[in-house]
């Protein structure tokens, strides 16, 4: 989101680079659950050696984004319907605190910012993919509204987790995007400056993607 949040400007180490580039690919289905991944192959790509690949490697895995089995490789973890509920459900909380947190900072700035990011998504039409990119921007800057960074690190792994099961459900299921109904509510709620509202509105609005995204997952 460079047009909201400032970049610090601060160039990133070579493990910094190749987590980042990781990351990236599972949450846009690049690399997809179950493949193995090769850190020489990655390291190619992206012009660097192979230690911060490994890295980068670990740091996922702690994360849950990656499985690493000893003499055997990596490969790219996917979740099953309850581990698919449970990370919904860790979100849900999180999030709700970390809104709840930042019910007191919400200005007209920061309303205008969010009626922005609603716009881009509705503006995004039947692009699905591009749609779950701009849905996630819009809660991370709210969330990031608490001023919390180790809070938004959590909420940043649970959402990669989840991201390329967005993407694909958005794609195959009969789902209709109704983002701006959604967070227009939430908006709405957002104004009246209610950390307990607020954070009610967050966690009932992120739970009720569960029953439809874990019943595709089972299918």
Known sequence: MP???ATSGLSLSAEDEAYRFIESAIRAGRYR??????AEDIAVEIGTSRMPVREAFRRLSAEG??????NRGVIVRGLDADEM??????R????????????????????????????????ANADHSLWV???RDFHEYLTGLAGMPRLM?????????????MRIWLEHADKPMT???????????????????VELAVREHVRATIPALVEFVKS
């Open 3 to 5: 047009d909201l949040i």
């Open 33 to 38: 659950a179950g493949e193995r991944l090769v």
């Open 65 to 70: 984004l990656l499985r690493i089995r000893p």
């Open 85 to 90: 509920r449970e990370v919904f459900e860790m």
């Open 92 to 123: 849900a909380a999180l999030e709700g605190l970390a809104a709840g947190m930042a019910a007191p900072r919400i200005d007209r700035h920061s309303i205008a910012n969010l009626e922005h990011l609603l716009d881009r998504m509705e503006n």
């Open 133 to 135: 990119t701009y849905h």
């Open 153 to 165: 690190r959590q909420l940043s792994g649970l959402h990669s987790a989840i991201e390329p099961y």
């Open 179 to 197: 983002s701006r109904e959604d967070h227009s509510g939430l908006i709405e709620v957002l104004q009246s400056g209610d950390p307990k509202r």
